[in-house]
């Protein structure tokens, strides 16, 4: 934050740059990481998510075959909601100043393309699914200029009609790409799952996968971009262990103020 940043904002008292360290869980999954192949699996299996219990890898990452890679982290949220995690996603980016309340040494700018924040017709969903978030971040060491493009759970395999039966309440799915230019690489999926004392965040990264942002998979440079050697060419081991690090001590540290802010 810089002087003046949150001069008359009603939130400004959920600034807290004092963030918390890696949970144990966490800290322990970059330790072990990365696994084998097989502990990841293709976005086009995310309905895994929809089974009961855990899966093999819930903190960490792998290179799949395919050369991508995958990157999971499971954050606890006490006293969180599915229906505070959709306000949030919906209510963030129309700030900066918003933006990084998330994230206090990693966050620094983010932008609607089609901003919302004055349209009182809009449910909290609608603010943010099928729109865009253009965020600059830290990852890591190095400052990232996203295209953060949200989309139905429908277009991930995640049927809805499921997500009662599994205990979901909500899920955050997304492409990622630069915010300048037409590519992508990456896709995201932050499913909430109800607890007894809340809920808890199972996200999931699949990154290294270059296509073309508005063709289909089966255009014919997308079947170039695709290939396997220039996915594992783009994504080493840092990008792996700086995303679960981002990731966990995001989620983490949203936890901590959202019941209050969302109140």
């Not at 039966?165 to 997304?174: D, L, N, R, S």
């Amino acid at each position: 934050m810089r002087p003046g940043d949150l001069e008359d904002k009603p939130y400004a008292k959920y600034w807290n740059p004092d963030m918390q360290g890696l949970s144990e869980n966490i800290a322990q999954a970059v330790m072990q990481s990365p696994l084998p192949r097989d502990y990841g699996f293709s976005h086009h299996e995310c309905d895994r998510l929809l089974e009961p219990g855990y899966l093999p890898l819930e903190s960490g990452y792998t290179q799949l075959s395919s050369g991508e890679m995958f990157v999971a982290t499971l954050t606890p949220m006490p006293g969180v909601s599915g229906k505070m995690i959709d306000w949030w996603f919906g209510w963030h980016s129309n700030e900066s100043q918003r933006y990084k309340l998330w994230h206090p040494h990693a966050h620094m700018k983010a932008m609607l393309k089609n901003p919302n924040a004055e349209n009182p017709t809009l449910n909290d969903r609608e603010r943010y699914v099928g729109n865009t978030s253009y965020v600059d971040e830290y990852i890591g060491n190095d400052i990232l200029k996203l295209a953060i493009q949200f989309k139905e759970p429908e277009t991930f395999g995640l049927a809805r009609s499921k997500f009662a039966a599994a205990g979901v309440q909500t899920a955050v799915c997304a492409h990622v790409g630069p915010a300048k230019g037409p590519i992508n690489v990456g896709k995201l999926v932050h499913l909430i799952r109800e607890t007894p004392d809340g809920c808890e965040m199972r996200s999931r990264f699949w990154l290294g996968k270059v296509c073309l942002r508005d063709k289909p998979a089966s255009h014919p440079v997308n079947r170039l971009l695709g290939i396997k050697a220039l996915s594992r060419l783009v994504m080493t081991r840092n990008h792996g262990h700086d995303m679960v690090v981002h990731c966990g001590m995001e989620m983490a540290h949203l936890a901590s103020f959202l019941p209050a802010l969302y109140a």
